[in-house]
């Protein structure tokens, strides 16, 4: 599986910048739905009639390369993570299980309608360690549709419960949609990942911004007010946060000698005033990013 393309179209005529990263990504779901099968399906193309149940859980490693808009490439080195689907063993694994996860793929067994409303368990478990990542919903073992047993209201009842979810008919037994589930899954949380980076770094360059316009006014400062006023483009509430952030990582004082006090922007009145310290100023006239990087561990 190692080198694994998903390519959404590249020309070759055009510098390409690789983007490394890391993915956790976790499949839930009751017993006998089919989690393991399915990723034996996906990363080994195979098959086992014999039903073997996970034990606690697993983790399976792969490396693959994402193609991404434009020309970029990601190589993504991922650990699919497969828990047993006994609730008890949930509780008792769900810290170290979700945390960090950056993906999930959910699966139900289309003969056990159970299986499909016991997912909102799961995801519900997931998102207080996890918080909101990209899901995605398998309904296996779709080469018994004979006896399919889900039908329009349970559909009813999921788009209600999982509006953006993409749902995804599969079977391990014969690898029908599989490929589509793993892929689209991997794409949205490659997505979801970027997307985080990016506006980490719009946070750092607005995190300067002011700053620099706080910095440059001397010992007069600026007041939450004057703020607003200079950056009428953004929510009151994001300057307040980088207000704070700013704080913590000593650039800016609400004192003009530097005194370290540390007050909320949200709590404090319009009137109240920043100064630039002493170290505020030299990043102001030569910043560097890692100065003013907000890093979030997950």
Same mark, same amino acid.
């Given at each position: 599986?190692?080198?694994?393309?998903?390519? =959404?179209?590249?020309? @070759?005529?055009?510098?390409? =910048?690789?983007?490394?990263?890391?993915?956790?990504?976790?499949?839930?779901?009751?017993?006998?739905?089919?989690?393991?099968?399915?990723?034996?399906?996906?990363?080994?193309?195979?098959?086992?009639?014999?039903?073997?149940?996970?034990?606690?859980?697993?983790?399976?490693?792969?490396?693959?390369?994402? $193609?991404?808009?434009?020309?970029?490439?990601? @190589?993504?080195?991922? +650990?699919?993570?497969?828990?047993?689907?006994?609730?008890?063993?949930?509780?008792?694994?769900?810290?170290?299980?979700?945390?960090?996860?950056?993906?999930?793929?959910?699966?139900?067994?289309?003969?056990?309608?159970?299986?499909?409303?016991?997912?909102?368990?799961?995801?519900?478990?997931?998102?207080?360690?996890?918080?909101?990542?990209? &899901?995605?919903?398998?309904?296996?073992?779709?080469?018994?549709?004979?006896?399919?047993?889900? $039908?329009?209201?349970?559909?009813?009842?999921?788009?209600?419960?999982?509006?953006?979810?993409?749902?995804?008919? !599969?079977?391990?037994?014969?690898?029908?949609?599989?490929?589509?589930?793993? *892929?689209?899954?991997? *794409?949205? *949380?490659?997505?979801? &990942?970027?997307?985080?980076?990016?506006?980490? =770094? *719009?946070?750092?360059?607005?995190?300067?911004?002011?700053?620099?316009?706080?910095?440059?006014?001397?010992?007069?400062?600026?007041?939450? +007010?004057? @703020?607003?006023?200079?950056?009428?483009?953004?929510?009151? +509430?994001?300057?307040?946060?980088?207000?704070?952030? @700013?704080?913590?990582?000593?650039?800016? +004082?609400?004192?003009?000698?530097?005194?370290?006090?540390?007050?909320?922007?949200?709590?404090?009145?319009? !009137?109240?005033?920043?100064?630039?310290?002493?170290?505020?100023?030299?990043?102001?006239?030569?910043?560097?990013?890692?100065?003013?990087?907000?890093?979030?561990?997950?």
């Amino acid at each position: 599986m190692e080198g694994q393309g998903l390519s =959404r179209g590249r020309s @070759l005529l055009t510098a390409v =910048r690789i983007r490394k990263m890391q993915l956790k990504i976790v499949l839930v779901g009751e017993r006998r739905v089919g989690k393991t099968s399915l990723l034996e399906r996906y990363l080994k193309n195979h098959f086992a009639e014999a039903y073997t149940g996970t034990l606690g859980g697993r983790v399976y490693p792969t490396d693959l390369e994402i $193609g991404l808009d434009g020309e970029d490439i990601a @190589l993504a080195h991922i +650990a699919f993570f497969d828990l047993m689907g006994e609730h008890s063993v949930r509780q008792v694994f769900a810290e170290p299980f979700f945390f960090g996860t950056q993906g999930v793929l959910a699966v139900c067994d289309v003969e056990r309608p159970d299986t499909l409303h016991l997912i909102k368990d799961w995801m519900e478990v997931m998102t207080k360690i996890a918080g909101p990542v990209p &899901v995605g919903i398998a309904f296996n073992k779709i080469d018994r549709a004979d006896s399919m047993a889900i $039908g329009p209201e349970e559909t009813a009842w999921l788009r209600k419960e999982f509006p953006t979810a993409p749902m995804f008919m !599969t079977s391990a037994r014969t690898g029908q949609g599989v490929e589509d589930a793993f *892929s689209t899954i991997v *794409s949205l *949380s490659v997505d979801a &990942v970027l997307a985080k980076g990016r506006a980490s =770094r *719009s946070g750092r360059l607005f995190r300067q911004r002011i700053l620099l316009f706080i910095a440059v006014r001397g010992n007069l400062g600026s007041s939450k +007010a004057e @703020l607003f006023s200079e950056f009428k483009a953004v929510l009151p +509430a994001q300057i307040m946060e980088e207000l704070d952030n @700013l704080v913590r990582l000593e650039a800016l +004082a609400l004192d003009p000698s530097g005194t370290k006090t540390f007050i909320k922007a949200a709590e404090a009145p319009g !009137t109240t005033r920043y100064w630039a310290t002493d170290r505020g100023k030299r990043i102001s006239e030569s910043p560097k990013g890692d100065e003013l990087m907000i890093e979030e561990i997950v």
